[in-house]
């Protein structure tokens, strides 16, 4: 059975970090792209961040190109997320997802993130 565990969200002031984490099992890691998206309520959900594990390339969305960075650690099968000089509009539920094309995705649980002024 595929899971996929997020974790790390939290209540942070404006310019603040903060690390999310996306463990997964039960797939082969490494053939999977592994990445984030976030949505807040009455807003559309959006794809911020993913990495393709069998080579490295990396994708950001736009307006957290140099506040976010992606990494992975193929001995622990989990991704994680760095999260700089947040912002309020950062605010949402962070989902991770893995997707190995023609499968479906798979998502975690989202993990709320919180950033107060």
């Known amino acids: 059975e595929v899971q996929l565990q997020a974790s790390g969200g939290g209540l942070v002031q404006t310019g603040g970090s903060l690390r999310l984490s996306c463990a997964a099992s039960?797939?082969?890691?490494?053939?999977?792209?592994i990445g984030w998206f976030r949505q807040d309520p009455g807003k559309e959900r959006e794809a911020i961040s993913c990495?393709?594990?069998?080579?490295?390339?990396?994708y950001y969305m736009k307006s957290v190109k140099g506040r976010f960075a992606i990494s992975s650690d193929s001995a622990k099968n989990t991704v994680y997320l760095q999260m700089n000089s947040l912002k309020l509009e950062d605010t949402a539920v962070y989902y991770c997802?893995?997707?190995?094309?023609?499968?479906?995705?798979?998502w975690g649980q989202g993990t709320q993130v919180t950033v107060s002024s």
């Open positions: 990495i393709r594990n069998n080579d490295g390339t990396t």
């Open positions: 039960g797939l082969a890691f490494n053939d999977y792209t």
């Open positions: 997802y893995a997707e190995s094309w023609p499968d479906p995705a798979y």
